[in-house]
């Protein structure tokens, strides 16, 4: 079984719709991210979370929330859905002390119509 | 002036080549260096990380760190087909990690 799991893997949804990607993970780390990649900009943060208590904000995090609910699970949530926010989205963890060692999961890939 | 620099390519190289990748950045208080592959419709997964100048070996794969010029490369001796995705550089400081584009490499048989 993958380590790091995203569900769901593909989704379709309508401008102002409310959608929630969710990550989990098995790999017993303190840290994970949300990212999203777009076609000639690469990888950005949205939000990251050291540990259950602990949320930030990212690069670019406007227009998104997150929810640490436990150890192993981190939510993010899109508001109200908006096309520019088409993109693939990544959850990544890592280790306490270890930021530099990120194991991605296999990302969502998100249109918004 | 972005912090991190690298050219999205693509960059085609017969089989058994040496492949170059490179990377600049612009932050001196970037402390950690990467190197992550992504194939497509995958995640990236990290390939090699470095704290210091100079260089790191593990295989076929080389990271250099030219910390004076801002300057970080990634070497693939005897490139193979299955080499073929985009590889990303990243660097890191106070825990936060910043990616470059990424640079879509194909190894041609």
């Known amino acids: 079984d993958a380590d790091v799991t995203q569900t769901p893997r593909n989704r379709i949804t309508k401008t102002g719709k409310r959608i929630m990607l969710e990550c989990s993970q098995t790999?017993?780390?303190?840290?994970m991210y949300w990212y999203r990649q777009d076609p000639g900009l690469g990888l950005r943060l949205i939000y990251y979370s050291f540990d259950v208590k602990d949320i930030n904000k990212g690069e670019i995090s406007d227009g998104y929330s997150v929810s640490r609910q436990a150890q192993a699970k981190f939510s993010l949530s899109l508001e109200s859905a908006i096309p520019n926010q088409t993109a693939l989205y990544f959850c990544?963890?890592?280790?306490?002390?270890?930021?530099?060692?990120?194991?991605f999961g296999p990302g969502t890939r998100l249109l918004v119509l | 002036q972005k912090e991190v620099e690298q050219d999205p390519g693509p960059l085609s190289v017969p089989e058994g080549a040496i492949v170059s990748l490179n990377c600049t950045y612009s932050?001196?208080?970037?402390?950690?260096f990467m190197w992550y592959r992504q194939y497509s419709r995958k995640g990236p997964e990290l390939l090699m990380y470095?704290?210091?100048?100079g260089n790191k070996e593990d295989g076929r794969f080389t990271a250099q760190v030219d910390k004076s010029s801002k300057y970080i490369s990634l070497f693939i001796r005897d490139s193979q087909p299955s080499d073929s995705a985009t590889y990303l550089c990243?660097?890191?400081?106070?825990?936060?990690?910043?990616f470059g584009k990424g640079t879509r490499l194909h190894i041609l048989p």
């Open positions: 470095t704290y210091s100048s």
């Open positions: 790999k017993g780390h303190d840290r």
């Open positions: 932050n001196s208080a970037f402390q950690y």
């Open positions: 990243a660097m890191m400081r106070d825990d936060k990690i910043i």
């Open positions: 990544a963890t890592s280790d306490f002390g270890g930021s530099e060692t990120q194991y």
